[in-house]
């Protein structure tokens, strides 16, 4: 790490660095969480498959909105970024019924508000994606929240943007996606604000740890999904009876290679391009 970058901050996944007082640095490592829970075990390569989705989708999506990718560093790992005031909500799509949309919709007939149509089966499609924002939990889970109440956190005419720009993102990555084999079942967004009050989107975008990627080859509503994403962990979290809190369990090295092999399919689907060429030169990517 350059001598003048300061460590400022650590997430789950990612370590912020302070570069100067407009630019950050943000490194992917390879660790993973699941339930909100940051798992003892490491996934190889983890952080570069994110980093390079990434840089791939911010290149792709800046006419819809403007991001904070500056550049990408020769490691594969980690970006330089322009420093923004954070939007307190994770913005969450979703056009298909899974997760804890799925849950919800059981319990009630309805997601963040948004009633849905009765019988609807799990991982069924939506006539129209829908915008279900939530907390931005510092410690423990996020929550699914309503309009009303994502405008009580970022004002009215904001949360009118925000969703917009989601939805509109999501259509765009979701219909390419879809063109190389891959459904996106739901996504998240962070957006923050420049000093000159634009809407950037920030964070990671269309990665297998903020969406729900399923092969289309083998959708079927009904029942869960084969996924590319962190869902192959999640799965085997949930049969050991582990109860959700600190400390998770260690994975077995077959899950650790399951899960890699997964993160780098869906780089190479999505990117059409090699993941070894992404390692010899990360701004491929951007191309």
């Known amino acids: ?16 660095f302070e570069l100067d007082e407009g630019r950050l640095l943000l490194v992917a ?17 983890k952080g570069r498959v994110l980093t390079g989705l990434s840089g791939f989708w911010f290149a792709r999506t800046r006419e819809l909105v403007p991001n904070h990718l500056l550049g990408l560093r020769d490691d594969g790992r980690s970006t330089e970024c322009r420093r923004l005031e954070m939007l307190p909500l994770e913005c969450v799509v979703r056009g298909y019924l899974a997760g804890s949309g799925w849950k919800d919709y059981r319990a009630s007939g309805a997601v963040c508000g948004h009633a849905l149509p009765a019988g609807l089966r799990e991982s069924e499609r939506l006539l129209e994606p829908i915008f279900t924002p939530s907390t931005k939990a510092l410690e423990g889970h996020d929550e699914n929240i309503d309009r009303e109440q994502a405008a009580a956190l970022v004002g009215g005419e904001r949360f009118d943007e925000v969703e917009r720009v989601s939805l509109e993102l999501y259509r765009a990555a979701s219909d390419r996606a879809a063109e190389r084999g891959i459904l996106i079942a739901d996504t998240k967004f962070e957006f923050g604000v420049d000093p000159d009050g634009t809407l950037v989107l920030a964070d990671e975008a269309f990665t297998p740890d903020s969406s729900r990627f399923w092969p289309a080859d083998d959708y079927e509503p009904g029942r869960p999904q084969p996924s590319f994403d962190k869902q ?56």
């Open 29 to 45: 490592s390879d660790r993973i969480s699941t339930f909100d829970v940051v798992l003892p075990t490491e996934i190889p390569d």
């Open 1 to 16: 790490m350059p001598e003048a970058a300061t460590h400022v901050g650590s997430g789950k996944v990612r370590e912020l």
């Open 232 to 287: 192959f962990v999640r799965d085997y979290c949930e049969t050991l009876g582990w109860d959700k809190t600190y400390p998770g369990p260690e994975l077995p090295a077959e899950i650790v290679d399951g899960t890699r092999a997964r993160y780098v399919d869906a780089f190479e689907r999505l990117t059409e391009i090699a993941f070894d060429d992404y390692l010899a030169d990360p701004e491929v990517v951007l191309r």
